[in-house]
């Protein structure tokens, strides 16, 4: 890349930051200290601020970058993600949003441990919390990794980690000093950003293309060197049984990992009533609807413009399609017109991994904090303030995003977003599930259900291709690879529901009917809500 690119980039990203780092001082200035306004914002923000919000927060590094990498090297079978992504959120709305609203306060483990024994819950639900968070900030350093190999030309190999760990010290700075309120308005400017940009890039992809999708996509295929079969399922999961495994394994875990993502569940919480949980889902639902529709077009665009040979030559795994095709439609590399769209593309990727560093580092320090500090701690002992150790523990969740970051660095980010989903669908969406609509649910279920699905997710991942036996492992000199599937959730998943049901049923617990009443009412209606 040329001086003008880099030097235009890294004014635009450092002007995000400033603006950022300024919005975190001036709430650090006007915040409380309390529990309730560094977790939760002070429950103040609207239903659209809090779309928009959930939506910055949502519209990750993996779907800017990774998704329409994916589909600019795979055609039809990328689409799965972004039908995957968006599905996930008629779950949310109809089955999540409004009950873990009226049924929590700050995190996951609040909903279950309203009717059971609160230690071994909150430190169950607090483990898996801490699990996912970290696997999703693995994905948005892996994006930052490859953004600034693109940007300095790969000149470097330390550059990549001294950008990992610059956005893991921003991000650190942002939870520790802001809180909620610093985050959620964090998210709010990222969605604009984010959502401007990818409207230009779709117009002037359409332009480029004068308005006709089939032209596109012929070109696509055209320049994909697969022909038709580019538009066509199975290009990479056709191959074998263990591929449309994967495809069945891989649709479930987005589709059913979002309602049971921490960073995503902790946004119902900024808002003041269960009515405005729901229309901030609806608000959320039409932002990222409208954002996926037009990664389709970006993903067809690189395959047409750029073509699948010089994305894969400049980023293995892809997440470099959406930069690459910006300096094209701009003009091409020299010109005035593609550096500043490369650079605006760069700054904008930037500034959406910042945000959704800083929202998923929020709920898995609130989690370390609320829920495992607050159950080990001992009962007499001098006790910090949750608020304090939650601050301590962004620091160290940081320092664990770092060090896998620059491990994984050359895995595609959308790929790694699945894992997190796989293990979100695995251990928690069973365990609130049940908590919300199965009276006889025990504590011994809701523990089994968590480790149930937490344990199987990570052990088949470990055993799996992605981390030995094959070129593109992460250890690819080793081979402990045991487990076909390269994402874990067609086996995990079940292993987690079932697990608490057989939790529930060889427990001689007796369930808390007067409880679970009021938690029915309580998710039902609102009534005694916090």
């Given at each position: 890349m040329t001086g003008g690119h880099q030097t235009l980039a890294l004014l635009l990203f450092s002007g995000f930051v400033a603006v950022t780092l300024g919005i975190t001082t001036w709430v650090s200035r006007r915040r409380h200290g309390s529990a309730e306004e560094f977790y939760a914002g002070g429950r103040l923000f609207s239903p659209m601020e809090n779309g928009f919000a959930i939506a910055g927060d949502y519209m990750s590094a993996a779907s800017f970058l990774g998704v329409t990498g994916l589909i600019a090297l795979y055609g039809y079978d990328g689409l799965l993600y972004v039908v995957g992504f968006l599905v996930a959120w008629l779950v949310v709305l109809f089955l999540v949003a409004e009950l873990v609203r009226n049924c929590g306060r700050f995190t996951l483990a609040d909903v279950v441990a309203a009717r059971m024994s609160e230690r071994p819950v909150r430190i169950a639900a607090g483990t898996s919390s801490v699990t996912v968070s970290v696997l999703y900030l693995v994905a948005q350093m892996v994006g930052a990794g490859s953004l600034v190999a693109l940007l300095l030309g790969r000149t470097s190999g330390a550059a990549q980690a001294w950008t990992v760990i610059g956005v893991g010290a921003l991000m650190v700075v942002y939870v520790s000093l802001g809180g909620m309120r610093a985050t959620t308005w964090i998210q709010i400017v990222k969605a604009v950003l984010l959502l401007s940009g990818?409207?230009?890039?779709?117009?002037?992809?359409?332009?480029?293309?004068?308005?006709?999708?089939?032209?596109?996509?012929?070109?696509?295929?055209?320049?994909?060197?697969?022909?038709?079969?580019?538009?066509?399922?199975?290009?990479?999961?056709?191959?074998?049984?263990?591929?449309?495994?994967?495809?069945?394994?891989?649709?479930?875990?987005?589709?059913?990992?979002?309602?049971?993502?921490?960073?995503?569940?902790?946004?119902?919480?900024?808002?003041?009533?269960?009515?405005?949980a729901r229309r901030s889902a609806v608000w959320s639902i039409g932002l990222i609807g409208g954002f996926y529709l037009m990664t389709i077009v970006l993903g067809f665009g690189a395959a047409a413009v750029v073509g699948p040979q010089t994305v894969r030559g400049s980023n293995a795994a892809g997440n470099t399609a959406v930069p690459l095709l910006a300096l094209d439609l701009g003009g091409g590399a020299g010109s005035t017109?593609?550096?500043?769209?490369?650079?605006?593309?760069?700054?904008?990727?930037?500034?959406?991994?910042?945000?959704?560093?800083?929202?998923?580092?929020?709920?898995?320090?609130?989690?370390?904090?609320?829920?495992?500090?607050?159950s080990l701690r001992r009962p007499h002992g001098k006790a910090r303030s949750e608020v304090t150790v939650a601050r301590i523990a962004a620091v160290g969740i940081g320092v664990v995003a770092i060090a896998l970051g620059l491990l994984a660095r050359d895995l595609n980010v959308a790929f790694l977003v699945g894992l997190a989903f796989a293990v979100a669908a695995s251990a928690n969406l069973p365990v609130l599930l049940y908590s919300l609509f199965?009276?006889?649910?025990?504590?011994?279920?809701?523990?089994?259900?968590?480790?149930?699905?937490?344990?199987?997710?990570?052990?088949?991942?470990?055993?799996?291709?992605?981390?030995?036996?094959?070129?593109?492992?992460?250890?690819?000199?080793?081979?402990?690879?045991?487990?076909?599937?390269?994402?874990?959730?067609?086996?995990?998943?079940?292993?987690?529901?079932?697990?608490?049901?057989?939790?529930?049923?060889?427990?001689d617990e007796v369930a808390d009917e007067a409880k679970y009443a009021e938690t029915e009412v309580r998710s039902l209606t609102g009534a005694g809500a916090v």
């Open positions: 990818t409207v230009v890039l779709t117009v002037l992809v359409l332009v480029r293309f004068h308005g006709d999708v089939d032209r596109l996509l012929l070109a696509a295929a055209d320049r994909s060197g697969h022909g038709k079969a580019f538009l066509a399922p199975g290009l990479k999961y056709g191959g074998s049984w263990t591929a449309r495994l994967d495809f069945i394994s891989l649709g479930l875990a987005l589709v059913l990992g979002t309602a049971g993502l921490p960073h995503i569940l902790s946004r119902f919480y900024t808002v003041p009533t269960a009515r405005a017109g593609g550096t500043v769209l490369f650079a605006v593309v760069a700054a904008v990727a930037f500034a959406t991994i910042l945000a959704v560093v800083a929202g998923i580092t929020l709920a898995s320090s609130a989690s370390v904090a609320h829920d495992l500090y607050a199965w009276r006889a649910f025990t504590t011994r279920g809701a523990v089994w259900a968590v480790y149930g699905g937490l344990i199987p997710a990570l052990g088949l991942v470990l055993l799996s291709p992605v981390v030995s036996g094959s070129p593109d492992s992460l250890f690819p000199d080793v081979d402990f690879q045991y487990f076909p599937l390269q994402n874990p959730g067609i086996v995990s998943i079940p292993l987690g529901f079932l697990a608490g049901w057989l939790g529930t049923v060889t427990s």
